[in-house]
């Protein structure tokens, strides 16, 4: 290794910045669908930090990170969008590859995924590292890398290179030894603390600039970064979630959903780790689609990558607006109960955070026979009761049966899914509001008129979910009962059923009922209080009076 490219290795975080002002005027990444981005994917043998560098790529913890030297931690392709100085291009995330892998086992299967997948990518990153130095099975990747991908020109990357100090010559040692697998000189470079960006950011910056400089002369650009179209930004894409507990065939949904193999499927339980994100497209709507680990609870016992996997499962519930909980329609016939306690903790906690739920019974067919109508009613009624039972609150909530691996209810889940979405975004005007307030309180019957509420106005100050306040006279607020009344006349009225309402109160002084300016303070107070809610920062409140 030469002297510069030492220095440029020892100073990397002095020079970040401005190393990465070097970009061609009218290319603009920023400017490009994510789907028309270039794709990066990251190959190696296993534990040489391929998710570590995903993580440092796309600027987030979101791959599952943990030292397995006789385990691997990722078995599925996870994706994300990679920030390096100006360029922006998809980065794939990979299994480790080994040439032990038999036939059926799990390494052929995510081997077999990886290769796929190298089909349809534009760069590739050779991992390996630094400090164990040359491995056989390094060597064996690059064997497999020349027959899988030919058409492929790897970068190679050395990882783990932040221990290595050139004054005993270690550094230079260790990239000449890793320039005997034929792919070059590697980059020295420390995923960990970001050392050796820039080396890796000039190595990517001519390959992915000159494959978007060629699609955009396909079609007649000439590089034009306004010929980019910029994303719809007044439709915002939908999160889903699919969660549940192992084995009940939460990734065959998921690569039923996508109409292709993208995640690893097979009998054995636990078998996802990291939360699968991506991206699809139904109806000219835009789904992010996540595949959970199974969700179990979190025990002492439970440690290292699994522990891990729960966690993150939790964390994609509260990032997505609408939950899929899979269910397993064997084990309702058998158990003769829909839900064990793992599903219903997640059941009530997406109500609780105000997401949409939807239920989908998975694997009917399991059920044919000589009882198949027999059994299917028996699990129609057992799920229904069951979710009317632990979540009271929330009526209306969907259930959609289906068969995931013959590919039966696809198209019923996506529309069922987008409904509750719709539902989940409801915005009502404050007059409409207002005139079903007028009707819905006539038709009450009130026990005691003289304790009846005196409600000013209704109005909706939020949604995702659908929020209201009701302005009430003086000191007298709405009961428990009264809020139940109005939330199902609410769900009745303006088919808001299966999704979670919240309705809050405001006492209005009698000084401010005669319609003063004042009256409009206390819903601008609300608006804004609701607004600063950190986990539904993004969406907009708003209020009329």
């Given amino acids: 290794m030469s002297n510069s490219n030492i220095f440029l290795f020892r100073w990397t975080r002095r020079t970040f ?4 002002c070097t970009k061609k005027k009218n290319l603009d990444f920023t400017k490009v669908e994510i789907s028309r981005l270039p794709t990066v994917i990251i190959l190696g043998r296993p534990n040489v930090g391929k998710s570590a560098l995903f993580n440092r790529l796309i600027r987030r913890r979101e791959a599952l990170v943990y030292n397995t030297p006789d385990d691997h931690v990722t078995r599925d392709i996870r994706e994300g969008v990679a920030k390096l100085g100006h360029l922006r291009f998809r980065v794939l995330d990979s299994a480790g590859l080994e040439a032990e892998a038999t036939s059926g086992s799990i390494l052929h299967r995510t081997a077999s995924f990886t290769a796929n ?4 990518s534009h760069s590739l990153l050779f991992l390996t590292d630094a400090r164990a130095g040359l491995h056989p099975l390094d060597q064996e990747v690059g064997k497999w890398l020349r027959k899988n991908a030919p058409q492929l020109k790897p970068i190679l990357v050395m990882n783990k290179s932040e221990s290595l100090f050139d004054v005993d010559g270690s550094l230079a040692s260790s990239a000449n030894e890793m320039s005997r697998l034929g792919f070059g000189d590697p980059i020295a470079i420390s995923a960990e603390t970001g050392l050796g960006m820039h080396d890796l950011f000039l190595s990517l910056q001519p390959v992915l600039e000159d494959y978007m400089l060629n699609e955009s002369a396909k079609e007649n650009t000439c590089g034009d970064e306004s010929s980019f179209p910029e994303a ?4 915002l894409p939908l999160q889903l979630a699919i969660v549940g507990r192992p084995n009940v065939g939460k990734s065959t949904l998921l690569n039923t959903l996508l109409q292709e193999d993208r995640v690893l499927v097979g009998p054995e339980a636990g078998l996802t780790r990291d939360a699968i994100r991506t991206q699809f497209e139904f109806q000219g709507r835009t789904i992010y ?3 959970t680990a199974g969700w179990l609870q979190r025990t002492k016992l439970e440690k290292g990558a699994s522990s891990l996997s729960i966690m993150q499962s939790r964390k994609s519930l509260l990032r997505a607006h609408i939950i899929a909980l899979v269910l397993d329609a064997g084990e309702i016939v058998s158990a003769k109960r829909s839900m064990k306690h793992a599903e219903v903790v997640i059941a009530r906690r997406a109500v609780e955070e105000g997401r949409g739920l939807v239920v989908i019974v998975n694997k009917m067919d399991l059920l044919r026979g000589k009882n198949k109508s027999a ?4 699990v129609l009624e057992a799920v229904q009761q069951e979710i009317q039972t632990i979540i009271p609150q929330v009526t209306g909530i969907p259930v959609v049966f289906i068969s995931a691996l013959e590919g039966r209810g696809r198209t019923t889940v996506l529309h069922q899914v987008i409904d509750t979405y719709e539902k989940w975004c409801t915005r009502l005007s ?11 309180m006539s038709r009450h019957s009130w026990k005691d008129q003289a304790a009846q509420p005196k409600i000013k106005y209704f109005t909706q100050v939020k949604a995702r979910p659908p929020t209201f306040v009701a302005f009430v006279h003086g000191k007298t607020k709405l009961s428990d009962t009264d809020t139940r009344f109005l939330t199902k006349s609410l769900k009745d009225d303006f088919d808001l059923g299966g999704i979670p309402i919240r309705i809050m109160q405001r006492s209005i002084a009698k000084k401010d009922v005669g319609g003063s300016s004042k009256s409009s303070h206390p819903i601008g107070r609300v608006a804004l209080r609701i607004k600063s809610d950190k986990r539904d920062k993004g969406d907009l409140v708003e209020s009329k009076a």
């Fill in 289 to 291: 689609l996540v595949d």
């Fill in 17 to 20: 910045s401005r190393g990465f």
């Fill in 232 to 235: 719809d930004e007044s439709k």
């Fill in 117 to 120: 997948v190298l089909s349809t």
């Fill in 430 to 440: 404050t007059a409409r509001l207002n005139r079903w307030l007028q009707k819905v």
């Fill in 375 to 378: 059994s299917y009613e028996q």
